[in-house]
């Protein structure tokens, strides 16, 4: 039984065409986040969302839209794909206060043609 | 802004012996955590340890420890009898709280691997 799972694993894509990720967290945790890890494993923080409210929107370009339709989703779409864009798509959840741990899923890595 | 600095791009060590990973970080907060996480082949991304920073201890998970010295900001992970199966990046990651939430800002890892 998966704790946060993502889907697709691997997205492989024309630039120009939207997509989306999806995500999904069974912790009962009330915060979820999008993180991006680009070709050098760097990693950083693109968007929490708190009970479904956006908390944290990371100077990211608007052509990435983030939808939590409940608690326990996070979906990523993104629109007009840059070759820029190809990277690998963590989605995380916790639960909020005191440091709680951010529970990861397997990633999404997105290839852009 | 808080920044988190990983000094060792790779380091290998032998299997059974020690190794530690470097981690400073840069914050004018008094109250925090810190993280280590870990990155096998598969891309998953595994906690290794936490450390509260009010705590003067130092966490410690089975075969990890960490040395957290607060004044001088550091945070190195400590691996005893490395195993194959360690042979991973390695992200030391500091957690701040902007705006009511939670978010990590991860360094640049360091490839460790375990020679057999």
């Known amino acids: 039984d998966t704790a946060v799972s993502q889907t697709p694993k691997y997205l492989v894509t024309q630039m120009g065409n939207d997509k989306s990720i999806k995500c999904e967290q069974n912790?009962?945790?009330?915060?979820m986040y999008w993180y991006k890890q680009d070709s050098k494993k760097f990693l950083k923080i693109m968007f929490s969302y708190n009970n479904k409210e956006l908390i944290i929107n990371e100077t990211v370009p608007n052509r990435f839209s983030p939808k939590s339709p409940d608690k326990a989703h996070l979906n990523l779409h993104i629109n007009s794909l840059e070759l820029g864009d190809s990277a690998v798509y963590f989605c995380?959840?916790?639960?909020?206060?005191?440091?709680?741990?951010?529970?990861f899923g397997d990633g999404t890595r997105l290839s852009i043609l | 802004a808080q920044t988190v600095t990983q000094s060792q791009p790779e380091m290998s060590v032998q299997e059974a012996e020690t190794v530690t990973l470097s981690c400073t970080y840069d914050t004018s907060e008094n109250n925090y955590y810190l993280f280590w996480y870990k990155q096998p082949p598969s891309r998953q991304m595994i906690l290794v340890i936490r450390q509260e920073a009010y705590k003067q201890q130092n966490a410690t998970e089975n075969r990890f420890s960490v040395n957290f010295q607060k004044a001088a900001k550091s945070f190195s992970l400590k691996i005893s009898d490395s195993q194959l199966g360690d042979t991973a990046m390695y992200f030391c990651?500091?957690?701040?709280?902007?705006?009511?939430?939670?978010?990590?800002?991860f360094g640049k890892g360091t490839k460790l691997t375990v020679n057999p």
């Open positions: 912790l009962g945790h009330d915060t």
């Open positions: 995380a959840s916790s639960r909020l206060g005191q440091g709680q741990p951010q529970h």
């Open positions: 990651a500091f957690m701040t709280y902007p705006g009511g939430s939670e978010k990590l800002v």
